[in-house]
């Protein structure tokens, strides 16, 4: 019995000194992607009493649009937008992933407005499976996203998942694939 716990106190020690590194932010840290798309960490700052890191995505240099994601106990969360005119907030904000770790079959959904339309997230992590990208190989978690939007507008992704690293691939229904060529941590 003793050996059991102390075991369980090894396991659980080891999950929560990882967990702040399961799902990656760190000012700094970037991917670059097969669609010339740049993600990177620019900064952190206090807003409304938390710590929002910005995650600007550029492409030929450029910042398109600039996320807005705070990160908790309870996973991380898409707080709004930016794409040049202010942010852009998400009411109530997005659950980007749930509290750590992964596992198959765990899903969860957000309701949001956004732009005074009604949007719902639905994510579910539907798999392992191995993967080749031009950054190495992994196997990383399927995470299913589909979104739907007011009016019947509809997309779903999945994101392959690679814990401490981060989305290594971004494939589309239709057969579109986008693959991480590099991360810098």
Not at 58 to 84: I, P, Q, S
Not at 127 to 142: C, L, M, Q, S
């Amino acid at each position: 019995m003793k050996r059991y716990l102390i075991a369980l106190a090894l396991l659980l020690g080891g999950a929560l000194a990882t967990a702040p590194n399961y799902y990656p932010h760190k000012v700094g840290m970037s991917w670059t992607y097969t669609s010339g798309e740049v993600q990177t960490y620019e900064s952190v700052r206090q807003m409304n009493g938390q710590q929002v890191w910005e995650l600007s995505h550029a492409y030929d240099g450029k910042v398109r649009y600039t996320d807005y994601l705070t990160f908790d106990e309870n996973g991380v969360w898409l707080l709004g937008v930016d794409t040049g005119a202010g942010i852009i907030p998400y009411d109530p904000p997005i659950q980007v992933y749930p509290a750590a770790p992964l596992r198959v079959g765990l899903s969860w959904s957000s309701r949001t407005r956004f732009k005074g339309a009604n949007l719902v997230v639905v994510d579910k992590v539907i798999g392992v499976e191995g993967v080749v990208v031009p950054f190495g190989r992994y196997n990383a978690f399927v995470i299913r996203s589909s979104l739907t939007a007011q009016g019947g507008g509809a997309s779903v992704v999945d994101l392959y998942f690679v814990p401490g690293i981060g989305v290594v691939r971004y494939a589309t229904q239709d057969g579109g694939q986008i693959d991480l060529v590099d991360f810098k941590p």
